[in-house]
C-alpha cells in the first residue's frame, strides 16, 4: 500500500504539475531574493528603455526602462497571493453555504440554491465588470474579496451534492443508528468526507483566477500600475508588441506554465484522492 | 417472564407514486432477554424495514409508522419517545450491525474515533478510558494487535475484521438488545460462520438479546431458539427452532424449508415456490400467500388470517384451525 504522497508522486503528469507550483510558488514568494532589480525602479529612461533580452535583463526591460525579469517576479507574488486568497474565500463561503444547503430542511436548500442558481445565470467576468467599474480606486483587499465573493456559487453546488450522496452512505446510517447526535454527525462524519472534492476543485480555482484577475489587470480593471501582476505587465506590453514583445510574452508564459500547472495538480490529485480510481 | 421488547402491531408504509405500500403490516412478537430470535423472510418481506421501525430510523424518509404500533422496550414506548430519550436508546439500549461493514464505518475516520464517539456519546467518560474501553473491546471480537488496530482506518482492514470492528461498535455501550441485519451477507462464507461464531458467543456472555435478521435458514437453524418468519410484510409463522424445522405449520415455511438443499437424506430436485411475490401495493384479498399456496381453498382467498396460537406456537394459516385441509 503507497503513501498518499506517494501515490501522488507516481502518476507523471501530477508530478509535472507538482514541480511546476512548488517551483513557481516558491519563486514567486522568494522574488525579493531573485529579483535583481526593483520591479517599481526606472532604471535608465535613455539606455535601458524597451531592451531585449540580454544576460543583464533576461526578460529584457519595458518603456519605462524598469526590468521585465523582476517585475514577472514580483508580479507573480501578487497574482498568486490574490488567487490563493480569494479561492481560500471563495471554498470556505461555497463549502458553509453548500454543506447548509445539504442538510438543512427542504427549505432552506431551495432557497440557497435558487439564489445560487440566479447568480449563476449572470456571467462572472460581467459581474466583476460591474462592481469594479462602479468601484473606483479598488485595493488589492476589495480585489481578493470581490473575487472570491462572485467565485463561491460553483462550489456550494458541488458542496450540496456531496452532502446529499453523503447523507445515504452506510456509515452516516449506522453511525446514526448508534445514536450520534444529528449536529456531531454533520460535522465530525460528514466535513472530512469533503475533504477530496474540495481540495480539488480548490486547485482548479486557483488557476482560473489567476486567468481571470490576468484579464481584469489587463483590461485596467484589476491590479492597478505601477504595482505589477502578469496581467497588468501584459497590458503595458500590449501596445509594444510590434517592437518589444518580450514585455508581454514573459508574463504570458508565467500565466500559461501556472494555469496548466494548476490544471494537472488539480486533476492528480481528483484522481489520487478519489477511492473509486484506486 | 416479561420480554425485554414487546412489538405490537408494527406498521410500517410507504409513500409510492401507486399509493401506500406496506412493508411492515400489523407485526407482532416478544424478544426476551438473552434470547436469539432469528427473523427470516425473502428480499422484500419487510425484515429489515421491521428492524429500522424499532429503531424509528425511518423517519425523515417517505415511511410512516402506523399510530397504534407499540414498541415497548422495557415497557416503554420507543415510538413515542422524545428526541433525546430516542439517542440514549439507540446504541446505548438497543444496538445494531449492519450488512455492510465496508460502508458501515467511515473511511475517513480511524476505528479508535469511532469506538470512542460512540461511547462518549453515550457514557460521561474521559478520552483516555474511552480507548482503553476500544483496545478491550477490539479484544473482545478477536481482533489481534487491538491496540494498534485502533489508529487503524477501515480500509486497512479486511471485510471480516470491519465486521468485528462494527460490532465491537455495537456492543460498545453494552446493549440490551443487538439486532443484526444480515451481518454475514456481505461476507465470504469461511469468514460468515467466524462471525456468526462471534455473535453467538457473544451474546451468551454478555447476557445480550440478539434479534438476528437473516434469509439463511442455516444460520438460524445454528444459532437461533426462536424463529419468525415473514411473508409480505407479516409474520406469517412464529416458534422454537426446532419445532419449526423439524414441523413447519405455514405453507410459506414449508416451501421454505423444501427449497433448502440437505446434506442428510436422499439428492432430490430442490422444491420451488410457484409464482412471484406481488407487489407490497397490490397485496390478494385473502391470506396473502394463497395464490402460491400448496393446501389454498376458497377460505384463504376469502379471510385474511391472524397469527393463530396452537401450542407454543403461532401462524396466520387457517390450517391451525382446520389441519384436516392440510394435502399429504
Redesign the interface.
Given at each position: 500500500?503507497k503513501t498518499f504522497a506517494q501515490r501522488l508522486w507516481w502518476h507523471r503528469r501530477t508530478r509535472a504539475g507538482l514541480l511546476l507550483v512548488s517551483i513557481l510558488v516558491l519563486v514567486a514568494a522568494l522574488a525579493p531574493l531573485f529579483a535583481p532589480y526593483d520591479p517599481t525602479e526606472q532604471l535608465d529612461l535613455v539606455t535601458r528603455q524597451m531592451n531585449p533580452p540580454s544576460p543583464a535583463h533576461p526578460f529584457g526591460t519595458d518603456f519605462f526602462s524598469r526590468d521585465v525579469f523582476s517585475r514577472v517576479l514580483y508580479g507573480g507574488r501578487i497574482s498568486l497571493a490574490i488567487a490563493f486568497l480569494a479561492v481560500f474565500l471563495s471554498i470556505t463561503v461555497g463549502t458553509i453555504v453548500g454543506w447548509l444547503a445539504g442538510i438543512g430542511s427542504r427549505v432552506v436548500d431551495s432557497v440557497l440554491m435558487r439564489t445560487v442558481d440566479a447568480a449563476l445565470a449572470i456571467p462572472r467576468i460581467f459581474l466583476l465588470l460591474v462592481v469594479l467599474a462602479l468601484w473606483n480606486d479598488v485595493g488589492i483587499t476589495a480585489l481578493i474579496m470581490i473575487l472570491g465573493f462572485t467565485g463561491w456559487f460553483g462550489t456550494s453546488r458541488l458542496v450540496r451534492a456531496e452532502v446529499l450522496s453523503l447523507r445515504e452512505?452506510?456509515?452516516?446510517?449506522?453511525?446514526?443508528?448508534?445514536?450520534?447526535?444529528k449536529l456531531?454527525l454533520f460535522i465530525?462524519?460528514l466535513l472530512?468526507?469533503l475533504?477530496a472534492p474540495v481540495i480539488v476543485t480548490a486547485t482548479l480555482g486557483v488557476g482560473h483566477v489567476i486567468l481571470i484577475e490576468a484579464g481584469l489587470s489587463f483590461l485596467g480593471i484589476g491590479v492597478r500600475p505601477p504595482t505589477p501582476s502578469w496581467g497588468s505587465i501584459i497590458q503595458e506590453g500590449q501596445s509594444l508588441l510590434a517592437i518589444a514583445p518580450w514585455i508581454a510574452a514573459f508574463p504570458g508564459f508565467a500565466i500559461v506554465l501556472t494555469v496548466v500547472g494548476f490544471s494537472l495538480l488539480g486533476d492528480g490529485l481528483r484522481d489520487t484522492l478519489d477511492?473509486r480510481s484506486r | 417472564m416479561n420480554p425485554i421488547l414487546r412489538v405490537r402491531r408494527l406498521s410500517t408504509s410507504f409513500r409510492t407514486a401507486d399509493g401506500w405500500a406496506p412493508a411492515v403490516d400489523d407485526v407482532s412478537f416478544d424478544l426476551y432477554a438473552g434470547e436469539t430470535l432469528g427473523l427470516v423472510g425473502e428480499s422484500g418481506c419487510g425484515k429489515t424495514v421491521t428492524a429500522l421501525s424499532i429503531l424509528r430510523l425511518l423517519e425523515g424518509t417517505s415511511a410512516q409508522i402506523s399510530k397504534d404500533s407499540t414498541v415497548e422496550y422495557q415497557n416503554v414506548d420507543v415510538l413515542k419517545l422524545n428526541g433525546g430519550a430516542l439517542r440514549r436508546v439507540r446504541g446505548a439500549e438497543i444496538a445494531m450491525v449492519f450488512q455492510d461493514p465496508t460502508t458501515s464505518l467511515n473511511p475517513v475516520l480511524t476505528i479508535g474515533t469511532q469506538i470512542v464517539e460512540t461511547l462518549r456519546a453515550h457514557r460521561r467518560i474521559s478520552r483516555r478510558d474511552a480507548r482503553a474501553r476500544g483496545v478491550e473491546l477490539l479484544r473482545l471480537v478477536g481482533l489481534p494487535d487491538s491496540e494498534e488496530r485502533l489508529d487503524a482506518y477501515p480500509h486497512q482492514l479486511s471485510g471480516g475484521m470491519q465486521q468485528r470492528v462494527m460490532i465491537a461498535i455495537a456492543l460498545s455501550c453494552d446493549p440490551k438488545i443487538l439486532i443484526a441485519d444480515e451481518p454475514t451477507t456481505a461476507l465470504d462464507v469461511t469468514i460468515q460462520a467466524q462471525i456468526i461464531e462471534l455473535l453467538a458467543t457473544l451474546k451468551q456472555r454478555l447476557g445480550m438479546a440478539m434479534m438476528l435478521i437473516t434469509h439463511d435458514l442455516g444460520i438460524v437453524a445454528g444459532i437461533a431458539d426462536r424463529v419468525a418468519v415473514m411473508y409480505g410484510g407479516q409474520l406469517v409463522e412464529v416458534a422454537p427452532t426446532r419445532s419449526l424445522f423439524r414441523e413447519p405449520v405455514h405453507p410459506y415455511t414449508e416451501a421454505l424449508l423444501k427449497a433448502v438443499p440437505r446434506l442428510d437424506g436422499p439428492t432430490q430436485r430442490l422444491a420451488v415456490i410457484p409464482g412471484s411475490v406481488p407487489a407490497a401495493t397490490a397485496w390478494p384479498a385473502g391470506c396473502r400467500f394463497h395464490p402460491r399456496c400448496a393446501h389454498a381453498w376458497d377460505r384463504c382467498g376469502d379471510e385474511h388470517p391472524s397469527l393463530l396460537s396452537i401450542s407454543d406456537r403461532h401462524a396466520r394459516c387457517w390450517l391451525v384451525e382446520q389441519p384436516e385441509r392440510r394435502k399429504p
Open positions: 500500500m452512505r452506510g456509515f452516516i446510517h449506522a453511525a446514526h443508528a448508534l445514536g450520534i447526535g456531531r465530525r462524519h472530512p468526507n475533504a477511492p | -
